[in-house]
């Protein structure tokens, strides 16, 4: 479930067998696999949007088993995903950072570093990616991205957190390469060769029957139909058919259980609608993105959507 049944069949149906095969493990005196099951779980959960305020009660439940059991290395995994957690439901100081009361990234990666540890180097920048995300940090998303993508495609192209990796990548290769007014030309054409070749093999996941992974390339096609609109000769019809194109990726999110990734893609719909000069639609979905952020128990991340929502109020308001 973990390794293959994720591509085939919705993230919620791998859950509960996958968390199943931990007490079964620990029963059978099987750390290795125990650990790997958690490990699993949790990040199934985060992919399928499980209430992060759950997820931060039962993360705290399974590091202690973790620690009490002196899983050292199952420990470091946890607490980290842990801290992302609380990083995006505001109970730490940071946004992007895993540092706070659970974790300490710059320590970890220190010692992961010094050990030459590739697995749990790998697993923390991920996690990072995740997080970074969806705090909408897409330039410097993009640029991490640049220099870990081909260690981190090493990992088994069917785990489960693979494929976001991938939506990932594509989807801030394509903001940054279009909003990063710093690059030079050939660093962004590395960006667009990027985006272009993970938005191909999200294409080929889609193809094969992954049902998590079509609403992720609906937002990726809509994001890049969006970037052409704003450019375009035909500005205002091709702008119409990139919203259109986002509505039906946002359809795609709700139909399919992603709710997150529903914000995620009201959040940029938000952001295009700003570039046109269309305060009222893009309050509207910001107001939407609120809603399912806070659903979700990203509160971190409504507080930094309602601080933007109301400067863009204020800017609007006339004089």
Request: charged share 25%.
């Amino acid at each position: 479930y973990g390794l293959a049944f994720n591509n085939f069949i919705p993230y919620e149906n791998c859950m509960q067998p996958v968390l199943d095969a931990h007490p079964d493990s620990m029963s059978a005196g099987d750390m290795q696999i125990a650990t790997w099951a958690v490990l699993f779980y949790f990040d199934l959960c985060f992919l399928a949007a499980k209430s992060l305020k759950d997820l931060d009660t039962d993360l705290s439940t399974y590091t202690k088993v973790s620690e009490d059991f002196n899983q050292a290395k199952a420990t470091e995994q946890l607490s980290a995903r842990w801290q992302m957690v609380l990083n995006l439901r505001g109970r730490s100081d940071g946004q992007t950072m895993l540092v706070g009361d659970v974790f300490d990234e710059i320590a970890s990666m220190r010692r992961h570093e010094e050990t030459k540890d590739g697995a749990l180097i790998t697993d923390l920048l991920r996690n990072k990616v995740f997080l970074m995300t969806y705090f909408g940090d897409y330039d410097n998303t993009a640029q991490m991205v640049l220099k870990i993508y081909e260690d981190q495609m090493k990992t088994p192209r069917g785990y489960s957190t693979t494929m976001f990796f991938i939506f990932a990548t594509s989807f801030t290769m394509t903001i940054a390469s279009n909003q990063d007014r710093c690059l030079t030309r050939s660093q962004r054409s590395t960006y667009k060769r990027l985006a272009q070749k993970t938005r191909k093999q999200l294409r080929g996941t889609v193809n094969k029957g992954n049902p998590n992974a079509v609403h992720c390339l609906a937002i990726l096609n809509a994001e890049r139909a969006a970037w052409k609109a704003h450019k375009s000769r035909q500005r205002e019809k091709a702008f119409m058919d990139a919203v259109t194109m986002y509505q039906d990726a946002i359809r795609a999110c709700a139909r399919t259980g992603f709710p997150h990734n529903q914000a995620l893609a009201n959040e940029r719909l938000a952001e295009h609608m700003l570039l046109e000069q269309d305060v009222d639609s893009a309050e509207y979905h910001l107001n939407e993105a609120i809603r399912l952020y806070d659903e979700w128990g990203a509160s971190k991340k409504v507080s930094l959507l309602q601080e933007h929502r109301k400067e863009i109020c204020d800017r609007s308001r006339p004089e």
